[in-house]
């Protein structure tokens, strides 16, 4: 079983820029893709960015160009370098491993 836990949410303004990590612990030999979602008040989950199980990254358009995916394997960490922050990206940030495991989620505000 995998556990993911995020950090590195705040707030922030309009322009700023924060990096979030999302660390893996227990058998993250099985993990074949990791991924970003997030979830703004009242929305649905969307997505965000990941690296897919041939190691391809994707992102999605509203956030292409402006956020970047990273990861350290030797630490089992996963990163999302959030830039040029908009007030539409405030939302509960959640990583997430294979499609069913899920972190806590970290709270990021972007004021105007």
């Known amino acids: 079983q995998v556990q993911l836990v995020e950090s590195g949410g705040g707030l922030v303004q309009v322009g700023g820029s924060l990096r979030l990590s999302c660390a893996a612990s227990?058998?993250?030999?099985?993990?074949?893709?990791m991924a970003w979602y997030r979830q703004a008040p009242g929305e649905q989950r969307e997505f965000v960015a990941m690296f897919t199980s041939t190691n391809v990254i994707r992102y999605a358009d509203s956030v292409k160009g402006r956020f970047t995916i990273s990861r350290d394997n030797a630490k089992s960490t996963v990163f999302l370098q959030m830039n040029m922050l908009k007030a539409e990206d405030t939302a509960v940030y959640y990583c997430?491993?294979?499609?069913?495991?899920w972190g806590q989620g970290t709270q990021v505000t972007v004021s105007l």
């Open positions: 227990g058998t993250v030999g099985d993990i074949v893709n």
């Open positions: 997430n491993a294979n499609w069913r495991c």
